[in-house]
């Protein structure tokens, strides 16, 4: 766990909270402890990017109100309390009102630590997700593509503000739809080039001729049609940021000429000899792998290079399958707004199509997908979404086969359970301890089926 990791211990016995504190502390937490809940409450507000644990019978406020106080600073701070064999039921109570879990004392250090880390990346994707949603207010296609907590996508945001503003150029690959202009806009956005503009331009979407003119600019007369002096995307990219979507279909004489400004960072407007210097960052997309050279074909190797100072790779929608369920819901919430309709019941059949569909067109696709589901357009029926290969996977060995089944029906109970721990057991039928280890086993997040993490 990182040493940064934040984590308010609260106990009025000092000499279990100077012992709990050293166990947490050795386990590379952050620990400030606490005698008393009033105390504490002065250490937290609402994005408060840690754990609480604290003991219920206390002095003054007990753990209960303590709770009911930190939800109301925000009501996704993960409480953990320390309770005797006594307090059981009235630990009970508080795992019905939404404590994260509770410890019966005496407990194991281990079993501790544990419950705090889950807690903790709990604690760490909300508050990404919420930073990211706040993100979008303007609902364009925005951040939300970038949502997720499957560990490809934790590490794909922390790449891109580790490198937003050491204003380099880099190089984006990734299919269609995966969302590339996004993570040049956040690039753009995060960094101190924020205030100068995005400019971005798609390369196979304009013919060789006109393409040279976006790019370069030209003077009053430069060629037939030339009326008036125009400033081209690189120029007017200055001081901010240029995108170069498709670059891959980048005519060979354009590449030539976007090498040498790369290199010279001055551009030369067509019809004229004046050299004109920018302060350039520029961002490439690609759908294909330029490092390839049967891929990168008549695309320039030397421009490659140039370009991959620093390369990010966006995630298929089918590599990190565990977003599907969030991004699905935000986008139906989003196109509820917009078309003034409710969002309609989740049915398991669409539960197993958002799971077993291979989304070739990615967020966009999933996006256009929730649009119409809202509107009622999409009948999700075993016959047309389902075929029977795929409904019974008949595939492999009896273990391996009843685990694939025995993981299903644990998403369908999450889903159908608003990802609630204790009405998800309870569906199942199964102890809290043994719910925890096939979620570890099937590498199923709990977190992806809460609504508004």
């Known amino acids: 766990m990182n040493a940064t990791t934040s984590l308010l211990l609260v106990d009025d016995d000092r000499d279990l909270l100077k012992a709990t504190a050293q166990t947490l502390d050795l386990a590379g937490f952050?620990?400030?402890?606490?005698?008393?809940?009033?105390?504490?409450?002065?250490?937290?507000?609402?994005?408060?990017?840690?754990?609480?644990?604290?003991?219920?019978?206390?002095?003054?406020?007990?753990?209960l109100e303590f709770f009911e106080r930190i939800r109301s600073i925000d009501p996704d701070i993960p409480v953990i309390l320390m309770t005797g064999h006594g307090d059981i039921p009235m630990a009970v109570v508080a795992i019905q009102a939404g404590v994260y879990d509770f410890m019966t004392k005496p407990f194991a250090a281990d079993r501790l630590v544990q419950c705090v880390r889950r807690a903790a990346e709990k604690r760490k994707l909300v508050l990404e997700n919420r930073r990211l949603r706040e993100a979008v207010q303007d609902e364009d296609q925005g951040d939300v593509t970038l949502l997720g907590q499957t560990p490809v996508m934790q590490r794909l945001r922390n790449t891109i503000r580790q490198i937003a503003d050491t204003d380099v150029d880099v190089l984006l690959t990734g299919e269609t739809g995966t969302g590339k202009e996004v993570v040049a806009s956040l690039l753009h956005r995060w960094s101190s080039r924020s205030k100068g503009n995005f400019v971005a331009l798609n390369c196979g979407a304009l013919p060789e001729q006109i393409l040279e003119s976006e790019l370069f600019g030209h003077e009053t007369g430069a060629f037939t049609g030339a009326q008036k002096r125009r400033v081209g995307r690189i120029e007017h990219s200055?001081?901010?940021?240029?995108?170069?979507?498709?670059?891959?279909?980048?005519?060979?004489?354009?590449q030539i000429q976007m090498l040498r400004v790369l290199e010279m960072r001055e551009v030369t407007p067509l019809g004229t000899n004046e050299v004109r210097p920018v302060d350039l960052r520029v961002i490439a997309a690609a759908k294909v792998d330029l490092g390839n050279p049967q891929e990168r074909r008549d695309f320039r190797e030397d421009l490659y290079y140039r370009l991959n100072v620093v390369s990010l790779f966006i995630p298929p929608l089918r590599e990190r399958r565990d977003d599907v369920?969030?991004?699905?819901?935000?986008?139906?919430?989003?196109a509820a707004k917009r078309f003034n309709r409710e969002v309609p019941p989740l049915t398991i059949s669409l539960n197993r199509h958002l799971q077993d569909h291979t989304w070739p067109g990615n967020v966009r696709e999933l996006n256009h997908f929730a649009e119409r589901f809202v509107l009622g357009l999409e009948t999700l029926t075993h016959d047309t979404l389902m075929p029977e290969a795929e409904v019974m996977d008949r595939s492999g060995t009896l273990p391996d086969r009843m685990a694939k089944i025995e993981a299903e029906l644990i998403r369908e109970a999450l889903q159908a359970n608003d990802g609630d721990v204790k009405r998800t057991i309870e569906a199942l039928g199964i102890p809290r301890k043994t719910f925890y280890d096939?979620?570890?086993?099937?590498?199923?997040?709990?977190?992806?089926?809460?609504?508004?993490?």
């Open 238 to 254: 200055s001081g901010g940021t240029l995108f170069l979507d498709e670059i891959e279909s980048m005519p060979p004489v354009s």
């Open 438 to 453: 096939k979620l570890q086993r099937h590498g199923i997040s709990r977190a992806t089926f809460v609504n508004g993490s």
């Open 30 to 63: 952050s620990v400030t402890s606490r005698t008393s809940a009033l105390e504490a409450l002065s250490s937290l507000e609402r994005d408060y990017a840690g754990v609480v644990v604290s003991d219920i019978r206390m002095p003054a406020m007990d753990g």
């Open 325 to 334: 369920p969030l991004l699905f819901r935000f986008f139906c919430q989003r």
